[in-house]
């Protein structure tokens, strides 16, 4: 297995590589030269635990690493990290299957991969006899920063750069990230949106010059953001280990098609659940869950996607994207492996900020389903679940749930069901209470989780409570034209 690049001037990269770099050298992301199919009946596999059918799933992307490497990395990464054995309950509540998968460090699904990348980056850079220090840039909108840090502090040989909206990310999710400890981290608040400082970082992968006197200064830039293959396929695993505990569970027959739903931002997530569909994993209708930003639902439905407009701040944040990167891979996948398609289109969204695309990949658009849940559509079903399951969700899951039952309504189609639920209540603790009802009028945020936990009677996570009582580390802020001399600035150090 090799990795090519979507706009087509890199071929042939191994997985090791390819996940050092972290994007080609034309803006381009890496892809598989193939998706591989599972030569095996997924009853075979039924009995597996979450670390075997993930050494089994990324052997077939990461071919350059050996077995027991792999199985290192995957040992490392799920274990008590995690605060359950199942590393991702399935928990079924008003006729759905909830993929519970926040059960990490972070407690959001961003852990899923960040618990594993910084091993398996490890391991790639022996590998390639790399020598320099690794930089990770990271741009953030919420959950992907703090699950970065956690993964990277302090692992030698790597740095890790943070940069997240200052006014975009919930209370948790700030504290979460600038109290983070470990000498090789940083966190940059921007006076920008998440779009800003996705490009960024973008920009200073593309920024020759900087990237050739970091060179000489010994360091070498890699991204912990899902355009990195070592994000992404992580990812294809708790799908095939969802649809597996419902066949040992007996709730899904052999061959069952199953529809799911993801909550979608940077479309990191759901391309994972079309690369395991890709691979055989009997996955019927692809449900893209939008908020008020709903760019991604447009784009399924008209073919059209087109990035001029405000991003919205919304109670529903990690997916408060106007750009996803992800859906380069998708593009790349629908044309055909059209290279020079994919590069111009690119280009077009960088120019002039919409593309269109032809009515043949639109019909290869068929799998998925598009839609999105308002703020107020986001709370209600966070309430109505509430009421008549005694279930909380955050507020993605809750967006996932609400598309899901528009879906429902207007298909008609009752097939079998899994959300992918992305993060802990606890971590959106103030739009959850407000949702199921707690007067929240003059409380703090943690006073308001603590009573969100009373009136739910779930217990707050450990990462959680013990935040309040950490210190602020990290209280630097910059304006978006200056990420790049930030990141010089901590180098130097
Ligand atoms: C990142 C994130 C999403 C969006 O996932 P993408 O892979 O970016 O589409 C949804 N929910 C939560 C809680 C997240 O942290």
Redesign the pocket.
């Known amino acids: 297995m090799f990795f090519n690049s979507t706009r087509g001037s890199e071929r042939g990269i191994y997985p090791s590589e390819a996940m050092i770099k972290g994007i080609a050298v034309d803006g381009g992301l890496y892809v598989p030269d193939g998706i591989p199919c599972i030569e095996w009946k997924l009853e075979d596999l039924m009995n597996m635990d979450y670390g075997a059918v993930a050494c089994f799933i990324m052997k077939k992307y990461f071919s350059d690493f050996e077995n027991d490497e792999i199985a290192e990395c995957v040992n490392s990464a799920y274990d008590d990290n995690f605060d359950t054995t199942d590393i991702v309950p399935m928990v079924e509540k008003v006729g759905v299957h909830f993929l519970e998968l926040y059960h990490g460090p972070t407690l959001?699904?961003?852990d899923m991969a960040l618990t594993i990348l910084p091993h398996l980056l490890k391991k790639a850079m022996s590998k390639r006899k790399i020598e320099k220090e690794l930089v990770i840039l990271t741009a953030t909108?919420?959950?992907?920063g703090k699950a970065a840090l956690e993964g990277f502090a302090n692992v030698e040989g790597i740095r890790i750069i943070v940069f997240y909206p200052e006014n975009g990310v919930s209370e948790i999710q700030k504290r979460q990230m600038i109290t983070q400890e470990g000498s090789n981290t940083c966190v940059i608040g921007i006076k920008g949106n998440f779009d800003d400082a996705q490009s960024g970082v973008k920009d200073i992968f593309n920024d020759d010059e900087f990237v050739k006197e970091l060179h000489e200064n010994g360091f070498m830039l890699s991204s912990a953001n899902?355009i990195n293959i070592g994000r992404l396929i992580p990812q294809v695993v708790y799908y095939f280990y969802g649809y597996l505990n419902l066949l040992r569970n007996k709730k899904i027959q052999s061959g069952e098609t199953v529809n799911v739903v993801?909550?979608?931002?940077?479309?990191?997530?759901?391309l994972s659940a079309y690369y395991a569909k890709k691979m055989g994993l009997p996955i019927g209708k692809l449900i893209c869950a939008s908020n008020e930003n709903n760019v991604l639902y447009d784009f399924l439905s008209t073919g059209i996607y087109d990035r001029r407009r405000e991003l919205k701040l919304t109670n529903?944040p990690?997916?408060d994207?106007l750009i996803?990167s992800?859906l380069e891979r998708l593009l790349y996948e629908i044309s055909g492996r059209d290279e020079i398609l994919v590069k111009e289109l690119m280009e077009k969204l960088k120019l002039e900020g919409k593309y269109i695309i032809t009515e043949k990949m639109k019909e290869e658009l068929k799998d998925f389903y598009g839609g999105y849940a308002s703020e107020a559509e986001t709370e209600e079903a966070i309430n109505k679940v509430y009421r008549a399951a005694d279930y909380v969700m955050?507020t993605?899951t809750a967006v996932a749930y609400s598309v899901y039952e528009q879906y429902k309504a207007k298909t008609g189609d009752n097939t079998k069901t899994i959300i992918a639920s992305?993060?802990s209540p606890f971590k959106f603790g103030k739009t959850v209470s407000k949702a199921v009802g707690i007067h929240i009028d003059d409380l703090d945020d943690f006073r308001i989780i603590e009573a969100l936990s009373k009136t739910v009677h779930n217990d707050i996570p450990q990462s959680v409570r013990t935040l309040e009582n950490k210190m602020v580390i990290h209280n630097n802020t910059c304006k978006k034209e200056e990420m790049k001399l930030a990141v010089q600035k901590f180098l130097n150090r």
């Not at 909108?141 to 992907?144: A, F, H």
């Not at 993801?262 to 759901?270: D, E």
């Open positions: 959001a699904f961003k909108s919420g959950d992907t899902s993801v909550p979608t931002g940077n479309f990191g997530n759901i529903s990690s997916m994207i996803s992800n955050d993605h992305t993060a």
